[in-house]
Structure formats: structure tokens, C-alpha cells
């Protein structure tokens, strides 16, 4: 079955340290997306990527980097200078264009300890 | 470019009862609009859009919404709400540069 996989699902990381996490589509997507929800609240765009090793900032880049070395593969990393990471981070897919929706991963919640 | 806004951030209504998720959209151009649903600690998922044609659209689990040109609404509903239906339900439309726009999300409690 064709889909988006978010891992790990839950991830805790130590004050200072950068984590990664893994987005992977095999829906053969030109587009994809990191969004940051905090509780009870809305998506915000960190950051897209609409074709292969090219990639734009969202409203909330500071603190985030990214890579797409591969049309399958938009790992987001968590640097240090993200001065509050904890949250769930939800990645999406599309296809490139107007009218299309977006396939979203199951996400990943970091919890910074 | 659009824009959408739903105006309540929570929605409560009794089991059995019809429920209403409001949204309304600014839009330059003919508008696509989406609904999307979130269960707690999982991603969207999809439940309907409007591209062109009727104006009620179905979805999903039962869920339908209305596009209403003259009051630039795109509100869901369901004519029987279950308690299995409480999540959080954003809609969304093209923002600008091939990107969804979402609304800030409205959470539906559907109570016994």
C-alpha cells in the first residue's frame, strides 16, 4: 500500500542535542511538508519541498533544517537553536499542483527532557 | 491566492443530533476547498473536497459540506453525529505557491 511513514513515533531528546526525524513517501509525490502542531492548536509550515534537492522556509523555519537528496525521503532535523521543540511534528506529501490534497503521515511527538 | 477561517474553536452537539463545522473562505479565483480530520496523536486525514460541480459534496464516514458562493462558506456536517465523530476537523484551501492554507481547526465533542 502506498503511504507516508513518520518515524519514530515518539522521540525524546536532551537539551542541546539535535535529533532527526524521518519522513518517507511511496507515493511517488513531487511535494512535500513539515508542520508543527502544539496542543489544542493549528498547523504551522516549517518547512516544503517541491522537487528533489530544492526546498523552501515556511512561517517557522528558525531552529529547524532540512535535506531532499531523494523524491521519497524529507528528514527534518531539531537543532539546538530550537528554543522550544517539544511538540508533534506532522509531515505531508502531495502532488505538485492547485486542487490537490495533501497525504499527512501519523506524526511524531518530541519531547525535550 | 485563498485564505479559509473557521470561527469556532469548538463544537459541541448531542449524539444523534446533526452537527455543523463552520468554515468560511476568501478566494481569488474559482475556489478548491478540503476538510481534513485529526484523532488525537495522529496525523490528517482526508474526508472531502470541492473542486467544481454540485455544491453539496460528500465525504467520508458519513460527513458532507456545502459550498455556498454567495456567503463564501464551505461548512461540514452530518445529519447524525456519533461520539466516535469527536476530533479535531480543519479545512483548507490553496494559499499561494502550490501550498494548502489551514484553518486554525475546530474540535468537535460529540456527547452522550
Known amino acids: 500500500d502506498g503511504g507516508i511513514t513518520q518515524s519514530p513515533k515518539y522521540l525524546f531528546r536532551k537539551e542541546g542535542q539535535n535529533v532527526t526525524l524521518s519522513c518517507e513517501q511511496n507515493?511517488?509525490?513531487?511535494?512535500m511538508y513539515w508542520y508543527r502542531q502544539d496542543p489544542g492548536q493549528g498547523l504551522r509550515l516549517i518547512y516544503y519541498?517541491?522537487?528533489?534537492?530544492?526546498?523552501q522556509k515556511g512561517d517557522i523555519a528558525e531552529g529547524y533544517s532540512v535535506s531532499r537528496e531523494k523524491k521519497e525521503s524529507f528528514p527534518l532535523t531539531v537543532t539546538s537553536a530550537q528554543k522550544n521543540p517539544t511538540a508533534f511534528y506532522l509531515c505531508?506529501?502531495?502532488?505538485?499542483?492547485?486542487?490537490?490534497?495533501?497525504?499527512f503521515g501519523s506524526g511524531t511527538r518530541l519531547t525535550v527532557v | 491566492a485563498q485564505s479559509v477561517a473557521q470561527p469556532e474553536d469548538q463544537v459541541k452537539v448531542a449524539e444523534g443530533n446533526p452537527l455543523t463545522v463552520k468554515c468560511t473562505y476568501s478566494?481569488?479565483?474559482?475556489?478548491?476547498l478540503f476538510w481534513y480530520v485529526q484523532y488525537p496523536n495522529r496525523g490528517l486525514q482526508f474526508l472531502l473536497k470541492?473542486?467544481?460541480?454540485?455544491?453539496l459534496v460528500k465525504g467520508s464516514y458519513g460527513f458532507e459540506a456545502e459550498f455556498n458562493k454567495s456567503q463564501t462558506s464551505f461548512h461540514l456536517k452530518k445529519p447524525s453525529a456519533l461520539v466516535s465523530d469527536s476530533a479535531l476537523y480543519f479545512c483548507?484551501?490553496?494559499?499561494?505557491?502550490?501550498?494548502?492554507?489551514f484553518g486554525t481547526g475546530t474540535q468537535l465533542k460529540v456527547e452522550l
Open positions: 478566494v481569488s479565483g474559482n475556489p478548491y
Open positions: 470541492y473542486i467544481t460541480g454540485d455544491n
Open positions: 519541498s517541491q522537487i528533489v534537492n530544492d526546498f
Open positions: 483548507a484551501a490553496p494559499g499561494g505557491g502550490n501550498k494548502l492554507t
Open positions: 507515493l511517488n509525490h513531487d511535494a
Open positions: 505531508a506529501s502531495s502532488i505538485s499542483g492547485v486542487g490537490y490534497g495533501y497525504t
